[in-house]
T-cell receptor, first 116, second 113 residues
Framework: GAVVSQHPSRVICKSGTSVKIECRSLDFQATTMFWYRQFPKQSLMLMATSNEGSKATYEQGVEKDKFLINHASLTLSTLTVTSAHPEDSSFYIC????????????FGNGTRLTVT | GESVGLHLPTLSVQEGDNSIINCAYSNSASDYFIWYKQESGKGPQFIIDIRSNMDKRQGQRVTVLLNKTVKHLSLQIAATQPGDSAVYFCAEKEAHGNEKLTFGTGTRLTIIP
């Protein structure tokens, strides 16, 4: 079945550094990918919608200069957390949808980011 | 409905019993609803979905009920097993435009052996 892979699954970084998270669709072409953030014991909050070959659409309150999204191909989207701070520590999850009407949405297994 | 940072409600059920998890949504324009299961440290896993032209849909051991009048969605899990212990989220999507999902608050289900 279709699989979405995220890498890394866990990352620890120092405050002020940048971290890149990759989201890959392994056996289908994803025209659209979504990035979510989930704090402990809370729901998934959509951060941005990423369309291949165009700029991402960010949700209200999400800083586009801080959370850089690149969707350079139909199988890869990246989220870069720039100048990370401890409050950016969270569980980041991507999802991808294939081409065609009624294509299902597939989720990655998330990336646990800890900023020290 | 939209999550506003609330702590997760919890539900404990004896193994073998049936469980019902509820979800209220607020967007009248939503026409597609999905239930997801999320285990610790993992991404959401699709369980079952339903479109707004239906009020009930059944899967293997799971049933989703949709009441559009009161904007309420429920997930029934029959004959619960220890592996059903997880956090369950409902998600909704609008009829037109983009494919983005809005997730509900979530419910932590614990199956008691």
């Amino acid at each position: 079945g279709a699989v979405v892979s995220q890498h890394p699954s866990r990352v620890i970084c120092k405050s002020g550094t940048s971290v890149k998270i990759e989201c890959r669709s392994l056996d289908f072409q994803a025209t659209t990918m979504f990035w979510y953030r989930q704090f402990p014991k809370q729901s998934l909050m959509l951060m941005a919608t990423s369309n291949e070959g165009s700029k991402a659409t960010y949700e209200q309150g999400v800083e586009k200069d801080k959370f850089l999204i690149n969707h350079a191909s139909l199988t890869l989207s990246t989220l870069t957390v720039t100048s990370a701070h401890p409050e950016d520590s969270s569980f980041y999850i991507c999802s991808a949808i294939g081409q065609g009407a009624n294509s299902p949405l597939h989720f990655g297994n998330g990336t646990r980011l800890t900023v020290t | 409905g939209e999550s506003v940072g609330l702590h997760l409600p919890t539900l404990s059920v004896q193994e073998g019993d049936n469980s019902i998890i509820n979800c209220a949504y607020s967007n009248s324009a939503s026409d597609y609803f999905i239930w997801y299961k999320q285990e610790s440290g993992k991404g959401p896993q699709f369980i079952i979905d339903i479109r707004s032209n239906m009020d009930k849909r059944q899967g293997q051991r799971v049933t989703v009920l949709l009441n559009k009048t009161v904007k309420h969605l429920s997930l029934q899990i029959a004959a619960t097993q220890p592996g059903d212990s997880a956090v369950y989220f409902c998600a909704e999507k609008e009829a037109h435009g983009n494919e983005k999902l809005t997730f509900g608050t979530g419910t932590r289900l614990t199956i008691i052996p």
